[in-house]
Structures are given as structure tokens and as C-alpha cells.
């Protein structure tokens, strides 16, 4: 046994990392116990890996996780450089009104390289079609700043919600996971407690664009009798049955009766034009950009909405451009050579100039009008461009996954009356071993462990009778652990009073028992990492007690890096933890059956804090149609870009039986040719798409129809092909099921 212990010992030596050499991935804990291939795929996975309303931080760390937020989703204004101009994107409003403010554009002169520069200080960010995340903004930072101000030193203007104070990037939940074999979470199923699934709650974003010309008329859809509001503004709701807006065709001979602002609430879907956005009416309008060719501007079908976002968003561009020719001319007149711009604020100020449709004389040397483009194409008609946010709580369908790329999706989710009691989320235990994910064992170990140790300090105040004020930090700490439960602990910075009130409480006890306490914790962590015992050694007694007051309010945080230098094999802190006092121990877990009695696990389960986050995957998305978009030929085709959106459910064609597929059916269905032929008709002929309809349609029982009447003449495709292959004499037929019968 001895020679083993040795082996194992020696064998640590031979498995040295570098943090260097592991990319990102040295943020997974317990590297050298895992696969490769899941590696890979747990690096791929994080740009996947949702911002959600309130993570927590991991209770077993690397350290890596410091390094991530250092850098990760911030807007920093460099240091060395002087501030030209703050301009805001809609200036009626306030820079301290944070909720309403969608961008600032900060403009300064770089002082290395004699620069002009700017950076956009935005309220979203999102470079997904769907997922993204509102920025945090340091007011204090923002409203330190002002015109000829010299920063001297990088200021951290807004970051995300996952950097914490301390740079701690966190993307994930802690939640207590037994690993049981049970039916709803085989195959990478997963069993949720429900109120759980709440702290999973993230933002959607989605752009939409609404455009018309000049013979059509928006409906009055947000507005009533007396008010004409045609499209929603920033901060409201979208209507009901996700109308985002409707257009209507103008016509001058009925325009007397039909332009009143009660008419224009009215909606045929028969003859008008209706943009629907992909999820009802939970939207909320966070962004609005309004485009006016030159000759729309004085159109009588404006409303003063659209006018008055789109003279902001001039006011914008004016104000961008002002402050380029102002400090243009200051450099040339003190320098006598031409301000240099960069090339990110070169592409703003061309912005600029096609929006506010500037012309230069013909001997200035510079272009002459900018004409103004949207997407790609000359802005000739009133486009408007909303920014719609959309909160979503998880439910079934939605894919979460732990540090290891170790996949579930939440298949079952249980009343919170019915889930085992103290158990969070259930996973099948065998996929971590089949993934040959070790790692997967010993962090919840760990944090097992880590759970012990906290409940053994946190008793320790609350249960001792020899301190003076237990009963009241009795009364504290229940409150700070149903907070706990309720939200979750973001950072060490805590402004609930039941937090401000506990850590006065701890400054008040006796200094033997926040010394007793810190042993405690020393001898849980130095079994760890070296650094572990070294940190906790120099600390000062404030040390001390601010670390205690983290470990009874948020966790006794393990640093343990992937880097073998000086740490102890795995396997060996595993088997110090099981000696000790600190060992966690497992329990039976009992399921609530129909009759209100219990059923319990046969062997003890390790129910265990797991840290999981949640993929960007949509389980609801449709992906399919019934009825799909025809050409003028009578052939299916991709709806364009602008009408996709005009039908509250999904019109793209969806290719079901390929190449490989109907090979597939042929070699294992009797009757494949026949089927086969049928589905495809049934996709590729109108007539007889439209004939189904219509029997559907008017059947006495639609969902309870023996047989259809279906035909096969007149199916484009067919005839397209004959057409073309009637100069080779090949042409193609329909027959009779009972052909070859016949003959």
C-alpha cells in the first residue's frame, strides 16, 4: 500500500501545468482529471454561457477566473488622453438617468498618438442575433468626467453584470445536485426544482426594422381615439399579440373616412401589412432609430414620434460632427498640420454626415454628399430600427451545463413541495464517468467539504451560549441564509441591511472566538494549496473577521490552481478531508410519491453544490411550417429579409426529405416509393397543398380524417424538370399504385 501511495506521489511530478499553456480553460478546475475532448467543447461552450440576472461565484477556484473579468465586457476611457466632448444619443435626457440613456459617445484626443478618438459608452451590448446584456455603468465614473479634463490614469467607465468589484468573472449558479439514477434524467436529462429555475432568468434582445414609403400609412396601434400613436417608444410594452406595428396602403379616395385615429386602429390582415416580433407582447422597447430620406421628412403620414426621435438622433450626429470641425480647426490653427482620426471615429463622422445629409463645396477637396445607406442600401424611404428586450425565465427544453461541458437539458421540473428535501437538481450519475469527467466528482466534493466547514463556524456563533449577543446573531444569520437561499450572493460588498447589521454584530464578540473560528477555516484550507495556508497566516485580526463574515454570508472559497507546482495529488487532499473533521457526509433522499408517502434511495447520495450555467438554446423556437412561402413559379422559397416578420408564425420552407433520406426510407419502409412521392407532393404542389387545406379546413373532425383527396397533377417541380428534359425524350409520369399489378 505504501509502494502506492509513492507511485502516485511520484507520478504527480510527471503531470506539472502551466496556466499559460491551458488557455481559458484553466479556469475549469481539476484539468488533469479530465478528457480532452471535453476540454475543447467546455471552451467552446463559454461564449455560450448566458449572463444571467444574479451568478454566483464558485466555490472551488483557480484564480483564472481574476484574469477573465480583468478583461472581459468592459468600457474603459485610456489613460493619456484629453476629453473633447460628452455627448449623449438622445440629449433630453440626463446622463445620471441610466434607464433611459441608450448611448454616450465620449470623443477625446489620444495624447500618444495626437488622435482623435471616441468611445461609445452603450447600454446594451450584443453582437448575437438574440442574447446579449445591459452594461453596468459607473455613474460616479461617467459624471467625473467633463470637457478638457486630462485622464491620467484608465477609468473603468461600465462593465458586465459578471465582472464583479474585484474583477471575479461569474457565469454560473451553485446548486445542490444528487446524481440518481432515475427515468426522467436518463440521457442527459435533468430534474429541476422550479423556484430554482428563477436565478436562471436572462434578457433576450431582438432587432426588428420597420419601413414604408411615402403612399402607405402606419395604423394608429399604441394610441386611442384622441392620440395618434403609431409605433411604441422607449420603455413600453409591445402590443398585445406581438404587433410591433401595422402599414397600411393609402388611398386618397377613402382617406377622408379612413385616416381618423379611430379607423386607423383597426387591422385586416387580408390587405395590410403587419410586422410581428418572434415572442408576443413580453417585449419592452429599449432602443428606437429613426431614418428619413431627404424628401420623406415633410411627409403627411409622420407622426410626431417618428419626428422626434429622428431629430435627436440628428441632434446626435450634428453635435458629433460639430465637435470634429471645432477641434479640427484648433489643432490646425495651434499645430499647423491636420488632426489625424482614427479609423473607428472616421466610420462615426461618415455616419454622421450621411445622416444630417451633408454637402461639401466642390473645391474643398472632400467628397461631396454623403448619401445616407441602410444595410447596405440607399435610404429612400421612413425605416425605423427597435431594440426589443425580452426577459425569460427558463422552463422545459432549456440546456444547462457544468464546468466539464457535461450537457443536460431540464426535462422534468418538480414542485418544490415534491422535490427530495435540500435537493436543487437531479442528473443521471454515469454520463461524468462515460465522459470520463472526473472532475465532475471532485468539485462537488469539495464544495461538500467547503459546506461543512462554513455550517461548523456558523454554528459556532449561533448555537454558543458563552457569547453574549448569540441569540441576536442567531436571529442575523437565519436572515442572511434565506436571503442566500432567495438570491444568491453576487460580491463581498453587501447592502442589505441584515448583512450591515451581522457584520457590526461580529466586530462586537470576544477575539478568542473570531480566533477560534479563523483556526477552524485555517485548518480546512491549508489541506489544499500551499498559498491557501500562507494567505490565511498574515492575516491581521480586520482580516480575520472580514473573512469570517464572508464565510457564514456567502462561502469558505477553496483556491485551488491547475497548476501541480507544489500541491499535493487529488487523491491525497481527498483522503485528508475523509480523516478529518470536515468529511462530508451523504444521506438517504426520500421522493415524494402520489399518496403523500416517501420513497427512499436505497444508498446514501452525495447531495452537493455544483456550479451550472445555462447554454444560449431555445427549445421554442419554431423551426418549421405547415404552409411555406411560394414564388411566383409556384416554388417554395426563404421569405426576404423584410417580410419574415409580417406572419405571427414561421413561414421558411423546411427541407424534410433529402438525398440521404430517402434513401434511408427506401431501405426500411415496405412502402417507401408511395410515401415518399406523397410527402414531397404534398410540400412542392399548391393545388394540391391548398386542396388539403381546404378538406382540413372544412372537415366535421379535422383531426380524425381517414383519408385525403389528393392529385399529383400540376406540381411545378414535376413539369419544370419535364420541360427541361424533353429535348433528351425523358419525361416523368405518375402511375397507378397498382401499375405493375396490372401488367
Known amino acids: 500500500m505504501s509502494k502506492t501511495k509513492n507511485y502516485l506521489k511520484e507520478f504527480g511530478k510527471f503531470i506539472q501545468i502551466d496556466e499559460e499553456l491551458l488557455s481559458t480553460s484553466a ?17 467552446g461552450q463559454d461564449p455560450q454561457k448566458l449572463k444571467i440576472a444574479n451568478p454566483d461565484r464558485r466555490i472551488v477556484q483557480t484564480g483564472y477566473e481574476f484574469q477573465i473579468g480583468k478583461y472581459s465586457f468592459k468600457k474603459i476611457l485610456r489613460a493619456n488622453s484629453k476629453i473633447v466632448d460628452i455627448i449623449p444619443r438622445y440629449r433630453n435626457n440626463s446622463i445620471s438617468e441610466n434607464n433611459n440613456v441608450v448611448e454616450i459617445t465620449i ?65 454560473g449558479v451553485l446548486l445542490n445536485v444528487a446524481k440518481v439514477s432515475k427515468n426522467q434524467a436518463a440521457e442527459d436529462g435533468m430534474i429541476f426544482r422550479r423556484s430554482k429555475l428563477s436565478r436562471f432568468t436572462f434578457n433576450m434582445y431582438y432587432k426588428a426594422k420597420l419601413s414604408y414609403n411615402h403612399d402607405e400609412v402606419l395604423a394608429n396601434l399604441y394610441g386611442n381615439e384622441s392620440k395618434y400613436k403609431p409605433i411604441p417608444e422607449i420603455g413600453d410594452k409591445i402590443h398585445p ?28 390582415p387580408r390587405f395590410d401589412k403587419a410586422i410581428y416580433l418572434p415572442r408576443g407582447e413580453e417585449g419592452t422597447v429599449v432602443d428606437l432609430k429613426v431614418f428619413y430620406s431627404p424628401d420623406s421628412k415633410n411627409s403627411v403620414f409622420n407622426s410626431d414620434i417618428l419626428l422626434k426621435y429622428n431629430e435627436a ?11 470634429y470641425k471645432r477641434e479640427a480647426a484648433a489643432y490646425l490653427k495651434r499645430f499647423s498640420t491636420p488632426l489625424e482620426v482614427s479609423d473607428s471615429t472616421q466610420r462615426l463622422l461618415i455616419d454622421a454626415q450621411a445622416f444630417i445629409n451633408l454637402t461639401h463645396p466642390a473645391d474643398s477637396g472632400l467628397p461631396g454628399q454623403i448619401k445616407g445607406m441602410y444595410r447596405k442600401s440607399e435610404l429612400s424611404i421612413i425605416s425605423a430600427e427597435f431594440t426589443i428586450k425580452y426577459t425569460i425565465t427558463p422552463s422545459y427544453g432549456f440546456k444547462f451545463a457544468d464546468s466539464y461541458a457535461s450537457k ?35 468539485e462537488p466534493y469539495f464544495a461538500d467539504a467547503s459546506r461543512t466547514v462554513k455550517n461548523k463556524i456558523v454554528n459556532l456563533f449561533k448555537d454558543n451560549p458563552e457569547i453574549d449577543e448569540h441569540e441576536s446573531i442567531s436571529v442575523l444569520i437565519k436572515a442572511v441564509m434565506k436571503e442566500y437561499e432567495e438570491v444568491g450572493i453576487n460580491n463581498f460588498t453587501h447592502d442589505s441591511v441584515n448583512f450591515k447589521e451581522l457584520y457590526k454584530m461580529l466586530h462586537k464578540l470576544p477575539k478568542q472566538s473570531i480566533e477560534y473560528a479563523f483556526d477552524l477555516l485555517c485548518m480546512f484550507m491549508k489541506m489544499f494549496h500551499p ?8 492575516s491581521t485580526f480586520e482580516d480575520k473577521l472580514d473573512i469570517i463574515y464572508q464565510v457564514i454570508t456567502e462561502e469558505a472559497y477553496i483556491f485551488y490552481p491547475n497548476s501541480t507546482y507544489n500541491k499535493k495529488p487529488t487523491y491525497q487532499t481527498v483522503m485528508e478531508i475523509e480523516d478529518s473533521q470536515f468529511k462530508p457526509e451523504k444521506k438517504h433522499i426520500g ?47 426563404q421569405p426576404s429579409s423584410d417580410s419574415k416578420s409580417n406572419f405571427p408564425t414561421e413561414s421558411r420552407p423546411s427541407k424534410i426529405i433529402g438525398e440521404t433520406e430517402s434513401r434511408c426510407y427506401a431501405a426500411y419502409i415496405e412502402d417507401a416509393p408511395e410515401m415518399l412521392g406523397t410527402m414531397i407532393n404534398r410540400g412542392n404542389n399548391i393545388s394540391n397543398h391548398s386542396s388539403i387545406c381546404k378538406q382540413i379546413l372544412e372537415a366535421p373532425e379535422p383531426s380524425n380524417i381517414e383519408k385525403l383527396d389528393e392529385f399529383f397533377e400540376g406540381n411545378t417541380i414535376i413539369e419544370t424538370n419535364n420541360i427541361a428534359l424533353a429535348t433528351a425524350g425523358v419525361n416523368f409520369k405518375y402511375i397507378e399504385d397498382n401499375y405493375y399489378e396490372q401488367k
Open 27 to 43: 479556469k475549469v478546475p481539476f484539468i488533469v482529471h479530465n478528457s480532452s475532448p471535453r476540454l475543447v467543447m467546455a471552451e
Open 107 to 171: 470623443v477625446y484626443i489620444n495624447l500618444e498618438n495626437k488622435k482623435l478618438e471616441h468611445v461609445d459608452l452603450t447600454s446594451i451590448h450584443k453582437i448575437h442575433s438574440y442574447f446579449g446584456f445591459q452594461y453596468e455603468w459607473d455613474m460616479d465614473a461617467v459624471e467625473a468626467i467633463s470637457p478638457g479634463a486630462v485622464i491620467r490614469e484608465d477609468i473603468e467607465l461600465a462593465k458586465s453584470g459578471n465582472v464583479a468589484n474585484d474583477d471575479y468573472y461569474k457565469n
Open 241 to 268: 399579440g406581438g404587433l410591433l406595428a401595422v402599414i397600411k396602403k393609402f388611398d386618397p379616395y377613402t382617406a377622408p373616412v379612413m385616416m381618423s385615429n379611430k379607423n386607423l386602429m383597426s387591422f385586416d
Open 313 to 323: 438622433l440628428r441632434d446626435y450626429y450634428k453635435a458629433l460632427y460639430g465637435c
Open 408 to 442: 443536460s437539458v431540464a426535462v422534468s421540473i418538480m414542485e418544490d413541495e415534491d422535490m427530495p428535501e435540500g435537493v436543487d437538481v437531479i442528473i443521471e450519475a454515469k454520463t461524468q464517468v462515460s465522459r470520463m469527467n472526473a472532475g465532475g466528482f471532485y
Open 531 to 538: 498559498d491557501n495556508e500562507h494567505y490565511y497566516l498574515n
Open 591 to 637: 421522493f415524494k410519491n402520489p399518496d403523500g408517502t416517501f420513497t427512499f434511495t436505497k444508498d446514501k447520495i452525495r447531495v452537493a453544490p455544483v456550479y451550472i450555467s445555462i447554454l444560449c438554446k431555445l427549445p421554442d423556437e419554431m423551426n418549421s411550417c405547415a404552409t411555406t412561402n411560394y414564388n411566383h413559379y409556384g416554388l417554395p422559397v
